[in-house]
């Protein structure tokens, strides 16, 4: 039997490889579901470059569904669970890997719906989960860094093997999660194998302040999957 599931997602690696992940395993993936936190320093939703999300929908071809969230610890769970009770699913998708605060939190709004919770990359080793994205072609860049041990150059960079063994260095000094999961460094996917189109960058900003800083991105479009995607230096 199908199972019918939202996928949580943020325009970032892990939800699209969580995504990717259910897509190929064949469940029926009914929306995309996304939070809009109202401040930056929420405990479970990312609030960075979060309005492009409508352009990765757009290019998975799958319905998303949206709500604000004032972005405030717990409360913000509530927001999430009122969202997903309006929908006729059977699951919810997360892309949680070693978070036990986000995965513990997802568990719990799933089992007061009676929903499945489904957690596809969960305890996974980080360095082959980024070289699964890197085989499959995701075009990922890198538009936050907050962690000692990155610099400006970061910004814009491609995750492809060599910023892996960079992200392993970065690991080895550091302590850093290679997957950024401990709010090292934000993700934005531009491609992906299940996207028709792909995302490309107008307009963007960088900012640099106290040893981190962010790319913003104030324009973009979706393109033809033949036409290059921009990615900033």
């Known amino acids: 039997m199908i199972m019918r599931v939202s996928v949580l997602v943020t325009g970032g690696k892990d939800s699209a490889l969580a995504l990717y992940r259910v897509l190929k395993a064949g469940y029926q993936v009914e929306y995309l579901v996304t939070m809009l936190p109202q401040r930056e320093d929420s405990?479970?939703?990312h609030f960075l470059n979060i309005h492009l999300v409508d352009l990765f929908a757009e290019a998975a071809g799958i319905p998303l569904?949206?709500?604000e969230t004032?972005?405030?610890k717990e409360?913000?769970?509530k927001d999430l669970k009122n969202l997903l009770a309006t929908l006729d699913i059977e699951g919810v998708v997360s892309g949680a890997i070693l978070s036990q605060y986000q995965k513990n939190r997802i568990d719990k709004i799933c089992q007061e719906l009676n929903l499945k919770s489904i957690a596809p990359l969960w305890h996974e080793a980080p360095?082959?989960?980024?070289?699964?994205i890197i085989h499959l072609n995701f075009h990922v860049i890198i538009v936050g860094v907050y962690a000692y041990g990155f610099d400006q150059s970061w910004l814009g960079r491609?995750?492809?093997?060599?910023?892996?063994?960079d992200l392993n260095e970065l690991n080895k000094q550091y302590q850093i999660s290679r997957v950024g999961e401990g709010g090292e460094y934000e993700t934005l996917v531009l491609d992906a194998p299940f996207f028709r189109k792909r995302i490309q960058l107008l307009r963007i900003e960088k900012v640099w302040e106290n040893h981190s800083g962010y790319l913003l991105v104030k324009e973009a479009k979706l393109v033809e999957k033949a036409e290059k995607v921009y990615s900033p230096s």
């Open 127 to 132: 360095k082959q989960l980024l070289k699964e």
């Open 43 to 45: 405990w479970m939703f």
């Open 75 to 77: 409360m913000e769970l």
């Open 65 to 67: 569904v949206k709500a």
């Open 70 to 72: 004032a972005g405030i």
């Open 158 to 165: 491609k995750i492809d093997l060599t910023t892996l063994d």
